[in-house]
Each structure stands twice: as structure tokens, then as C-alpha cells.
């Protein structure tokens, strides 16, 4: 019987050649990652179980990024990012990339790709929920909770159960109109935000494998809005290309047999998909973008791990160039990369950068900002009553800041089109 690429990850990891769905088994992992919320309170964990004295298990392979509550005078966040610190000078350890330093990335996620920790056929935790999004890189990825990410950092290893594999398939290219956003938000409502929990959501087909690696990640990114334990892409020669742009260690490929038992398959006509968004309060409450268009809008956000990067902006200024906003609009870059990359990237002669500060958008500093609210000085954070469109991930109540606030997701084309009209709208009023 044929396995999936998870399930050959994990025979990989574990080292047992026989894990099959539904087994538990000690996985090595390859990396471990954490950040300004959640790395305190596993080092806390880590020194009351295994010592004042603690050993990291290997230096190489923790990295921690500093990114969710950076850029705020809260005391608490930045009590926080100094703790991190501490730790890093106590234990000689490299790979932290601290806020006000010229290595400074922002979002874990993004920077995780970045600075070449993603690698087909390895294996990566992180003490974040959307660590599942480097499974674009043929990877598996997951969320821990601070407790297992303690016992990885002291041992290296955790005991996980081999997950089921779900397949979605989209055949065809996209329509210049749609984005991987729209894709992902078009399984969450076929499936909801329970219908993958503790599987691995493989994507497949034609119309993945024409996408670039920025977005891709945005599909594996919202494998967790599913509960899956993690989206994973087979890496190909583009996957190739770029790891190979960041880092020179090794990796290995892995592809699903043609005879692999999934738990169920999906298959979607890309050019039969309409601009999608997800209503209030829900990533899986589905509808199209002509549907709720003429929402009335007080704010529009363009940022984070799914909707930040680099193409999510390409897309953005596609329709914000030579327009202005109607509404309060926020540009976050995910990362220090993709806010240089703004200023060096040109549409019809202006630098991406340019064309939103002429549209009229505030551009932030790179890091999470409003995408999980954030001490109230947070940029863009939802206030009172707004009712916000957003390139993020999640719409339940006050997870952009006010528990009031009304959040629709959408992909940037989608949220440019808003911003340019001050109310919902379709993107193919602007592009065909
Ligand atoms: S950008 Fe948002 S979803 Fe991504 S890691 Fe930060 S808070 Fe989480």
C-alpha cells in the first residue's frame, strides 16, 4: 500500500519505515521555533523540568522570532521580547533575531522561509498555530503548546500520532482575479473550521504547482483554520529554487504514491471559483465577494503572515496604483525582506511603496501588528464598531482588536478593491 508524503516524512523522522495513520511515534525534529508570546513561558516550562542548569538540546536547530507585540510601549510585550534576550546572551545562542537590530525579520512564518529553515522532507515545530504554513516547502509543519515545545527544546524529540491525509485538488490556472487566498477560503467553506482536525491537508494539481512559493504559503498557512495538523505542498523545481536561494543544507523530496489511502479528496475547477471572503465571525462562513459587496467599510488592512508578503502587495498595488482609498487603509509587511522589496519593486514606474503612500495607505513597520489586535497603540487595530476587511487569517470576535468590530477576510485584491470604492467589492471591477 502507497503512503503520503506526510506519512513518509514521519517514517523518515521517526525512523520507522511502518508508521502508518493513527500510530504514535518519537519524532526528531529538525526544527524548533518560538517567539515573543510564546518563548518565555516554554523557557519558564524547560528550566523547571530539566534545570536551572539546561542544556538546549542543539542551538542550530531553535530559532526565535521576536514579532507579534514589537512596535507598542506595553510594558508586559515588552518585558517579553526581553526575556528573549536574556536567554540569548545566557546561552550563547545565535539564531534570534532581535527587534531593533539589523536582524530583525518580523513574522515568523515568512522569515522561517526567508533564512532557509524551511526544507523539504524535514520536520518543524513552532509554538504558533500557523506553523503548519512551511509545509509549502514539502515539509511537515505544526503548532505546539508550550509545554511540548519545553520538552523538544531539552530533548529534540515528541510523540505525535501519524496523521490522515486529505487531498484538494485544483486543476487549471487561476484567473488574473483570484489569488490563493480566494482557493483556501474556498475549501474552508466545504469543509469548515472542524472538517480537517488532526489531518494533513495535502494540495495538489495543476493550478498549485503554477503558483509561486509566496502563495502557496497561503494556503498552507490556513490549513489550521480547518484544525488541520498541517498543509503540506509536494516541492518542486520552484519549491527547489528558492530553498536553494536561502540555504546550501541538504533536503530531501518526497512525493504522495499514486496508490496512498487518504481520508477523503476534493477536487475544484480553479476558473469556476468566484472572489471569495469569509462574513463575520468565521473563516469558514463563505460567501463571494459580489454577494456582500457594498459593505459598508471603516477600515482596510493589508497585512500578515497569509496576506503580507511580497506577491500579496504585487496584487495589491495592481489595483491601488493610480487610485486613491476611500477608507483608513493599513499596509503591514510581513517582513523587513518584503518592506525593502516595496521599495524596490516598480509598477508603471513607481515603486510599490510609492504607489500606496500616493493611494493614501498608512505602511507600518514589519511584525503581526493588528492581525491578532494587540496592545491598543497597535497599528490598524480594530476599534469600537469598525467594520474591517482584511488580507489576514481569522475573523472571530475581537481577534483584531474590538470584541465590537465586524472583520471580513478576503485576498489583497479583493481588500484593494474595497479600499478604492469604501465598501466591499469585487476585484474584477478593476481586472478582468
Ligand atoms: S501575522 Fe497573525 S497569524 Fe501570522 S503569526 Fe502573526 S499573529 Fe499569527
Redo the contacts with the bound molecule.
Sequence with gaps: MGKTITEKIFAKSSGNPDAAPGENVWLNVDTLMTHDVCGPPTIQIWKREFGEKAKIWDKEKLVIFP??YIFTADKYANRNVEALRQFAKEHDFKNFYDVGTPRYKG???IALAEEGYNRPGTVLFGT???TCTSGAFGMFSTGVGNTDAAFILGTGKIWERVPESMKFTFDGELPPYLTAKDLILHILGEITTDGATYRAMEFDGDGVFSLDMYERMTLTNMAIEAGGMSGIIAADKVAEDYVKSRTDKPYEIFRSDDDAVYHSKYRFDASAIEPTVAKPHSPDNRDTARNVAGTRLTKCYI????G?KITDFRFAAKILSGNKVAVPTFVVP?STEVARALEEETLGGKTLRQIFTDAGCEIAQSS?AA??GGPSDTVGRAVDRDVVIST???NFPGRMGSKQSEVYLASPLTVAASAVKGVIADPRDFIN
Design positions: 514579532d507579534h513574522v515568523c512564518h504558533d498555530s500557523h497585512g500578515s503572515c497569509t503580507g510581513a503581526c492581525c491578532l489576514t487569517n481569522r
